[in-house]
T-cell receptor, first 111, second 116 residues
């Protein structure tokens, strides 16, 4: 069973703060990791991917990967109310050709 | 703009009445996926096509079928919808499975199905 675990939240942060979203995965051989943002009633939208240990930055978003700990995170700097959404972590387990999704963490950014 | 299109965006059907959901793509991607997503849950993969090759997930009920008549279109047929089938149905595409580490899936807007 290939599992991806996320805290369902909600994670509440004030506007301008750093939001930290976390994800753990069970398959040690997993190679690619993705963060999707999903607004209520909408479909998931890709915002970041990472496949090397360390940090990857894209604008206000930073993805962090630690394969030894089987842990991937997403940091959102200068959080805005428009960042309020559910963030889905998705993983390609080894030997699989389809993504495994976590249940997502709801982020609420208050003005 | 290249995109994934789903029709209709909202579908209301009656218990037991067959329904078909449509997905089309202009990305020329080889793979098309159908997911079911219920409130506060992860998207659940139902099946996917790699070109014409159909791949069914082991726990997808027989009530769900799919057709892919050409590269651009894929359909989800629910033969006898039950109340438990009310959900958002998401179509996604990708160029090919695992061509490269950054290859991933791109989603259409979804169809919300209501079963009365």
């Amino acid at each position: 069973q290939k599992e991806v675990e996320q805290n369902s939240g909600p994670l509440s942060v004030p506007e301008g703060a750093i939001a930290s979203l976390n994800c753990t995965y069970s398959d040690r051989g997993s190679q690619s990791f993705f963060w999707y943002r999903q607004y209520s009633g909408k479909s998931p939208e890709l915002i970041m991917f990472i496949y090397s240990n360390g940090d990857k930055e894209d604008g206000r978003f930073t993805a962090q990967l630690n394969k030894a700990s089987q842990y991937v995170s997403l940091l959102i700097r200068d959080s805005q109310p428009s960042d309020s959404a559910t963030y889905l972590c998705a993983v390609f387990p080894s030997g699989y050709s389809t993504l495994t999704f976590g249940k997502g963490t709801m982020l609420l950014v208050s003005p | 703009d290249a995109m994934v299109i789903q029709n209709p965006r909202y579908q209301v059907t009656q218990f037991g009445k067959p329904v078909t959901l449509s997905c089309s793509q202009t990305l020329n991607h080889n793979v098309m996926y159908w997911y079911q997503q219920k409130s506060s849950q992860a998207p659940k993969l139902l099946f996917h096509y790699y070109d014409k090759d159909f791949n069914n997930e082991a726990d997808t009920p027989d009530n769900f079928q799919s057709r892919r008549p050409n590269t651009s279109f894929c359909f989800l047929d629910i033969r006898s919808p039950g109340l438990g089938d009310a959900a958002m149905y998401l179509c996604a595409t990708s160029r090919a499975p695992r061509l490269a580490l950054q290859e991933t899936q791109y989603f259409g807007p979804g169809t919300r199905l209501l079963v009365l």
